[in-house]
């Protein structure tokens, strides 16, 4: 069993997924920002998965090029990654919430203590599922946006959670689903093996308009260097996260 930064405490509780939009909007570095508010999307609970796999280069090594120059015709066929394998064990990615509401509360809501959040009062957004193996359901925050005058700003960031940093190994992927309209996808898809932390995406109340921005910002520590890049001015300690050795 492993420790990072966490505050301790908190109480354990459950909440099911929704269902799932059929097109999609990407957030890129060149088009980092969509509305919800315009697109009609600020209402309802809104659903944040992390889902990831092992990038394709982590099978195979020089086998698979010599597999490719005995069968060249294998190129146009796509390849088939496993995410439970043995390699996959030891990439252990975990999502979080920092959050603000507009009476001046912060906190955190992540696996780490049982900090699991409340989805009908404050803060109004709840985790639901630990994956350790990037199964396709992944982890799960999901926000109520019928209370979204109460919510200033949200930060999802996604952690690598006691174990060698992988960021590099995987490919990750945060995708929002609203109530309706398309689904949000941001992918973790730059190459910084050392970090253990990123900061994906920065959601904010601004004059009655609800905002995703893509953030992508990778870090060497945990939750306390987050904090101390976006100024929550939380007070962080060592924490153990249970179910995990």
Known sequence: MGFFDGLLGGRAAQFQSGSASSNAIELTKRHPTVSLSKQGAATGNLRVNLSWRMRTSDFGGRSAHSSLLRHPFKMFKPEIVQAHTQGMVNVDLDIGCLYELTDGSRGVVQPLGNFLGDINSPPYVKISGDDRFGAPSGETLFVNLDHADKIKRLLVFVYIYDQTPAFDRTHAVVTLYPTTG????????????????????????VRDELTVRREVKFVYGFQAELDRLYGWGLQWGRGYKEGKG
């Not at 973790?188 to 970090?195: I, M």
Request: contains cysteine.
């Open 182 to 205: 398309p689904r949000i996808e941001i992918s973790l898809d730059e190459r910084h093996p050392q970090a253990r932390s990123c900061a994906v995406l920065l959601m904010e109340n």
